[in-house]
């Protein structure tokens, strides 16, 4: 695709419940990664996959954060027994190596009522 | 945690003004990446500095990174409203030769008023 895609947009749901955000990268980049965005604050990294790999998940806040790259294109981050700690801009971004120029996608924004 | 610090946090300009942002690393970086963030959209890569003491430029936007590979800073000459927007540092973390994750600051917000 021309560039990185999340789905959804916006997703509005009740605490406890459980949640799935979606990440197409750009096609060719091996490297995918999830952040965190707070209002005022910057980018929080959750985790890292090259290929198929978790390489790193060392951001993610607890075990209710879960994350896949099954097929090493698409990832799935899911967040079981959502809290309303949990609001927020979750991005993607996907790099063509690790440690390259990571392009963004314009975010999923949850939030927990 | 490996932190990077920015600042400063906010800064309105007239417009014409220059502006810059600072950042500060407590550990040594492999490399270091600056990002731009207009208001309701995803950041946007600007450019990346490698080498230590290496300074780069593009149009208007003046980058560098510190001698210790620990500090870099954007310098933006004679604003324009086009330049509204947070400015993020991120550093890559060096472990022991290998690069660890981005490590992004909180931003610096630029307004610009015309």
């Known amino acids: ?113 | 945690g490996q932190q990077v610090m920015q600042i400063p946090q906010y800064q309105h300009v007239q417009e014409g003004e220059d502006f810059t942002t600072y950042c500060n690393s407590s550990t040594t970086l492999s490399n270091i990446q600056w990002y731009k963030q207009r208001p309701g959209g995803h950041p946007v890569f600007l450019i990346q500095l490698v080498k230590s003491g290496e300074v780069k430029k593009q149009k208007r936007l003046t980058f560098q990174f510190g001698e210790a590979k620990k500090n870099s800073s954007l310098h933006i000459t004679a604003t324009q409203t086009t330049d509204v927007g947070t400015y993020f540092c991120a550093g890559a973390m060096n472990y022991g030769g290998s690069q660890g994750n981005l490590i992004f600051g909180k931003g610096t917000k630029l307004s610009v008023k015309p």
Not at chain 1, 24 to 34: N, R
Not at chain 1, 72 to 87: A, F, H, N, P
Request: net charge neutral; with cysteine.
């Open chain 1, 1 to 113: 695709g021309a560039g990185v895609s999340q789905t959804p947009s916006n997703k509005v749901t009740e605490k406890g419940k459980y949640v799935e955000l979606r990440c197409d990268p750009i096609s060719g980049h091996t490297a995918l990664y999830w952040y965190r965005q707070s209002l005022g604050q910057g980018p929080e990294f959750l985790i890292y996959f090259q290929g198929t790999g978790a390489a790193d998940d060392s951001g993610l806040p607890n075990d209710r954060f879960f994350a896949v790259r099954p097929e090493g294109s698409v990832s799935t981050l899911k967040i079981q027994r959502t809290e309303r700690g949990d609001s927020a801009v979750y991005l993607c971004a996907s790099s063509f190596i690790w440690g390259g120029e990571l392009f963004f996608g314009e975010g999923s924004r949850l939030t927990v009522l």
